[in-house]
């Protein structure tokens, strides 16, 4: 399909630079394109109400680390240019890929020393060297340090990578620290939130949890890869950036059952969807999945074990609308879009959800 039908007009004003509060406050659209009149406004704390005992809802566990980093590139010896590196996704206990700035002037061999700017004094030993470098600024960095060395080094130096949406407007600060992670965060690895998931609370758990409502967890570690513009002119001609992830076969037997039992698998976040439709077989069983997953899902895919996905609202042009568009009707998520533009909804990482309803 051509890239542009997935493209629309969102007025600044609509990008939410802080989440709702409480999370649970958030508006949420309800889309149902099976149903007349499919559109209806509610909030999260409403979301009981469109559920039924038995179903299912799936979580990404995945937890958010300080992957954006800054250093000073050297080569040959010589003093460095200041770079930043946004780790997407490791390879090995000392590997990561990241997305290097600027890109153009890093090479093989390279060596960047990070927690070091021209302006200000070591503040972590972090140094790696630039054993790869690929496409659209891609590189591969290999650390000095390994294992759990190198994680808590991470920590110490790197920050919280804010959607460029947001820090183009704002710095990150100690709030992003705990707005930008979900509650049930586990799982360290991921370099963006699966943002769906931001809007749940201990009090809208203990909701689920009396209307009969079960809860599972998968692990996808989100990455930086989730940002990246759709280039191509053609969906055909885009490549995915993979992300690894897990489902347990306790969990996959957990919503096997379910299905069995006429309940619905309810994805929360289209990290957990592009996950689980992975990990399901043609006849719609789940099985136990790792590994790394570029799984594109446009409008035309045949989703296999999802039912509904509540997930928030995304940027023009995205692989994300495309998803959504896939998933609801492509009709159905313009006038959505449309909708939620015209009556204030605020969108992306920090914004407001919708519920959707898989098409018939």
Partial sequence: ????????????????????????SARLLVIDPNAEGHLSDHRVGDLTSFLRAGDALVFNDTKVIPAQLEGIRHRDGAGGQQVSATLHMRVGASRWKAFARPGKRIKEGDRISFGHSGESCFLGSLDATVEEKGEAGEVTLLFDLSGPALDEAIAAVGHIPLPPYIAAKRPEDERDREDYQTIYAREEGAVAAPTAGLHFTPRLFDALDSAGVERHFVTLHVGA??????????????????????????TAARLNAVKANGGRIVCVGTTSLRLIESAAEESGEVRAWSGATGIFITPGYRFKAVDMLMTNFHLPRSTLFMLVSAFAGFETMRTAYDHAIQTGYRFYSYGDASLLFRKD
């Fill in 225 to 250: 890869g989730t940002f990246l513009p759709v280039k191509a002119d053609d969906t055909a001609d885009h490549k995915m950036h993979l992300e690894s992830g897990t489902v347990s076969a306790e």
């Fill in 1 to 24: 399909m051509r890239v542009d039908l997935f493209d629309f007009d969102l007025p600044d004003e609509r990008i939410a630079l802080r989440p709702a509060e409480p999370r649970d």
